[in-house]
């Protein structure tokens, strides 16, 4: 399988830990925004991060602080 990385990426890691998020989400249910004949979820993850249909935004260390704080309370 050739991976195309989109250029807003600014690394083959972050391509890659996106995609594993966006995996785990559909293992856990969450419906494919893209119809492809595989199965498997990770397939189906770098297919969507690959088209761009999976947002993400990378947080400031403060930012992150922030969410996590967040996330306990609730």
């Known amino acids: 399988m050739i991976i195309k ?3 807003e990426f600014d690394s ?3 391509f890659i830990i996106v995609a594993a ?3 785990k ?3 856990n249910g969450a419906p494919a925004r893209l119809s ?3 199965r498997k979820a990770s397939y189906i993850a770098i297919r969507e991060v690959e088209q761009q249909l999976v947002p993400f935004k990378i ?5 992150k ?3 996590e704080e967040e ?3 609730e």
């Open 5 to 7: 990385i989109p250029d």
């Open 12 to 14: 083959k890691f972050r």
């Open 21 to 23: 998020e966006r995996a």
């Open 25 to 27: 989400q559909l293992q």
């Open 36 to 38: 492809v004949k595989s």
């Open 59 to 63: 947080l400031k260390k403060k930012e």
């Open 65 to 67: 602080e922030d969410q």
């Open 71 to 73: 996330e306990t309370q």
